[in-house]
């Protein structure tokens, strides 16, 4: 069974600077993977996706790679604000399934 | 506007109720979702609809039963709560790119479930 994993679980950064949140799953055999942003008391917002075939994708001041063969993708996030803390998740879709990760709650301090 | 919409925001209920949770999503995809975000924050899927056939169904209890009478639409009922019920409740909706598998998915806002 699949198994999704983010480490650090929360991560507290000074502003401006640039951060690497992780994602790591067991099961390489993936269709693809998405990162989302959660506020507190919202639902979920999609970041970025990424298809199994894919090696990164990028939006504006985020990057997320993918490395099946190791099971890992990076969400990177250059020069962070105040307006960027929220919980991050990833999610692996293996076709018809999904599972998520248990996120990674971000404070970025002015 | 709203690309996926849930009502109701809140339900505030007592033991034994049964209560419905509404989801519209108006971006003309064929798959939607009924999630379950616990006390820790885990996501996990329940139900899965593609072209309101019955795709994934995890181990709930079958006091959960969704209802798809378009595609558009996917309600989730629920019968006699009881507390272990309390959570938020997240809609969502992909399109698929072939025969279940798909693409990137758009949330609903919640629903957050109180059972007394």
Redesign the interface.
């Known amino acids: 069974k699949q198994e999704v994993t983010q480490i650090p679980a929360a991560l507290s950064v000074p502003e401006g600077e640039n951060l690497v949140l992780n994602c790591s799953f067991t099961d390489s055999a993936i269709?693809?993977l998405?990162w989302?942003r959660?506020d507190p008391g919202?639902?979920?917002?999609?970041l970025l996706?990424i298809q199994s075939s894919q090696r990164e994708q990028t939006s504006g001041r985020l990057n997320a790679s993918l490395d099946k063969s190791s099971g890992r993708s990076t969400l990177y996030i250059a020069a962070s604000q105040p307006g960027d803390s929220a919980?991050y998740?990833c999610?692996v879709?293996t076709?018809?399934?999904?599972y998520?990760g248990?996120?990674t709650s971000l404070t970025v301090i002015p | 506007d709203t690309a996926v919409s849930q009502t109701p925001k809140y339900l505030v209920t007592q033991m034994g109720n049964d209560k419905s949770i509404k989801c519209e999503q108006n971006l003309g995809h064929d798959t939607m979702y009924w999630y379950k975000q616990d006390s820790k924050k885990f996501l996990k899927i329940m139900f899965s609809y593609n072209n309101k056939e019955l795709i994934i169904n995890e181990t709930v209890p079958n006091r959960f039963s969704p209802k798809s009478p378009d595609k558009a639409h996917l309600n989730l009922h629920i019968n006699s709560l009881e507390l272990g019920d309390s959570a938020v409740y997240f809609c969502a909706s992909s399109q698929a790119d072939r025969r279940y598998s798909y693409n990137e998915q758009f949330f609903g806002p919640g629903t957050r479930l109180t059972v007394l």
């Open positions: 269709y693809n998405q989302f959660q919202k639902g979920l917002t999609s996706l919980t998740l999610a879709s076709g018809n399934q999904f998520f248990t996120g």
